[in-house]
């Protein structure tokens, strides 16, 4: 607990109550109300938490709870990635770099835990620490912009739930640049995120506004974890921008390009929804621009997803010479437009890209009228976009 050294006599106190608390930790059976619970949020719903440490040190306990059913492996798919990890060959095959708990900082909108603000907590991890450090964000809506830089590698935010916590900012392209603009910014290895919500406030991007590219959040660390987080925006709101990335039950809102970028990530069990007014924004652009195998870094995945919404979005863009995307066994409501994928103008990409569908159903998914150069995959051509191997190789 050398780390430890950094942190104040407060900290340290409530860190030791949290971690006390841990240590009684035993699997239990915790409903799964988190799990089922809403998708959009209700701030006027939150209710107000009594924040005591040991209040706290409940809650978290409660969340910690449901990792620990996870650990020993009910029913839920995302242990994937630890049966992955028990054979030795997942890109996240350290556990301990996941699910040690490591240093717990509180943050609390009330002033009443170690910190109020969610990067004053992250300004006091230790540079190029080694062990994880959770930053438990509780309850509340954090009008912030944050960034975690490079430095930083094993943290995880940990929110009391997508509909309690929630981090919020408003940059766009034409006050920050794309790259900085998102409200959450993170540059590190080995993140996680899990019940949290993420969303940027600066609105649709209409006809006569330009630069209105706002993302709620950018990750361009690798080995990344989300698991229930919600991302709400309008033009470029998850902005997947490199290394390799798993989400899992996350919730993605948008209008246009709503997830970009030329990561290599899966999306699995995930809910895409279409905020567009009218036609031809995007779900995706992807942005794989260097040749090589469909198994070589950067493309998107999205594995038995939801989509839903408004206008008559494309299911992708190609942003990349390369651009690869496959939706398979999803669920498209949404009104996709007929030619289901545009090349960006540009003809020569027509023969290059990796865009396309298999087993998905639902009224969006009819593939009458897609373009020539889409692909309807096989089941072979289908098998390496179907599990977490998508995301864990030796590139
Ligand atoms: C949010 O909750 C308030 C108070 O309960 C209610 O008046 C309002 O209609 C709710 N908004 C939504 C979008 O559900
Ligand atoms: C924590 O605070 C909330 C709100 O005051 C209360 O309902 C709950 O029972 C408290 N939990 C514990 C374990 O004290
Ligand atoms: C696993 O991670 C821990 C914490 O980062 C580190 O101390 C340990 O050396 C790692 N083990 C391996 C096998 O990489
Ligand atoms: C921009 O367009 C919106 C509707 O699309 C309109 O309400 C607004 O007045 C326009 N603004 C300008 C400056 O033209
Ligand atoms: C997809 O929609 C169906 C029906 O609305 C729902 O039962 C299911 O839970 C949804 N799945 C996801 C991943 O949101
Ligand atoms: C798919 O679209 C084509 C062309 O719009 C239409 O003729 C066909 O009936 C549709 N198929 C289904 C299963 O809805």
């Known amino acids: 607990m050398a780390d430890l050294r950094i942190f104040s006599k407060k900290s340290f106190?409530?860190?030791?109550?949290?971690?006390?608390?841990?240590?009684?930790?035993?699997?239990?059976?915790?409903?799964?109300?988190?799990?089922?619970?809403?998708?959009?949020?209700?701030?006027?719903?939150?209710?107000?938490?009594?924040?005591?440490?040991?209040?706290?040190?409940?809650?978290?306990?409660?969340?910690?709870?449901?990792?620990?059913?996870?650990?020993?492996?009910?029913?839920?798919?995302?242990?994937?990635?630890?049966?992955?990890?028990?054979?030795?060959?997942?890109?996240?095959?350290?556990?301990?770099?996941?699910?040690?708990?490591?240093?717990?900082?509180?943050?609390?909108?009330?002033?009443?835990?170690?910190?109020?603000?969610?990067?004053?907590?992250?300004?006091?991890?230790?540079?190029?620490?080694?062990?994880?450090?959770?930053?438990?964000?509780?309850?509340?809506?954090?009008?912030?912009?944050?960034?975690?830089?490079?430095?930083?590698?094993?943290?995880?935010?940990?929110?009391?739930?997508?509909?309690?916590?929630?981090?919020?900012?408003?940059?766009?392209?034409?006050?920050?640049?794309?790259?900085?603009?998102?409200?959450?910014?993170?540059?590190?290895?080995?993140?996680?995120?899990?019940?949290?919500?993420?969303?940027?406030?600066?609105?649709?991007?209409a006809p006569n506004k330009t630069n209105m590219q706002a993302a709620a959040f950018r990750i361009s660390g690798d080995k990344a974890f989300l698991y229930r987080c919600n991302f709400y925006g309008h033009q470029d709101t998850l902005y997947d921008h490199s290394g390799r990335h798993y989400y899992f039950r996350c919730y993605i809102e948008g209008s246009e390009d709503f997830i970009f970028g030329i990561a290599r990530s899966l999306f699995e069990r995930c809910w895409l929804h279409s905020i567009a007014i009218g036609e031809g924004g995007a779900l995706v652009a992807q942005g794989k621009y260097f040749p090589g195998s469909i198994m070589g870094p950067s493309g998107f995945s999205f594995l038995r997803c939801n989509i839903t919404g408004t206008g008559r979005p494309y299911l992708g863009r190609a942003w990349g010479q390369y651009s690869t995307v496959v939706y398979s066994y999803c669920q498209i409501d949404a009104n996709v437009i007929p030619v289901g994928w545009y090349d960006w103008g540009l003809r020569e990409r027509d023969g290059t890209v990796y865009l396309g569908e298999y087993e998905c159903t639902g009224k969006g998914a009819n593939t009458t009228g897609r373009v020539g150069w889409s692909r309807e995959l096989t089941t072979e051509d289908a098998q390496p976009f179907l599990s977490i191997q998508f995301v864990d190789g030796p590139w």
């Open 13 to 205: 106190l409530l860190v030791q109550i949290v971690c006390t608390l841990l240590m009684s930790f035993a699997t239990r059976n915790i409903s799964a109300a988190l799990e089922t619970e809403v998708t959009t949020y209700n701030v006027s719903d939150m209710v107000p938490f009594d924040n005591s440490p040991s209040n706290i040190s409940h809650r978290y306990q409660n969340l910690r709870a449901l990792f620990g059913q996870h650990r020993t492996g009910h029913s839920v798919r995302s242990q994937a990635w630890f049966s992955d990890y028990s054979q030795g060959r997942s890109i996240f095959k350290n556990v301990s770099e996941y699910y040690d708990e490591g240093i717990v900082l509180v943050v609390s909108l009330d002033g009443t835990a170690q910190y109020s603000n969610i990067q004053d907590a992250i300004d006091q991890v230790p540079e190029f620490n080694t062990r994880r450090v959770t930053i438990f964000v509780t309850s509340g809506v954090y009008e912030e912009k944050v960034i975690i830089p490079p430095t930083k590698p094993y943290l995880t935010l940990l929110g009391e739930g997508r509909t309690r916590t929630i981090i919020t900012w408003h940059d766009t392209a034409a006050s920050a640049g794309t790259l900085m603009s998102a409200s959450v910014t993170v540059e590190s290895d080995h993140f996680i995120a899990r019940d949290i919500s993420f969303r940027n406030t600066a609105g649709y991007p």
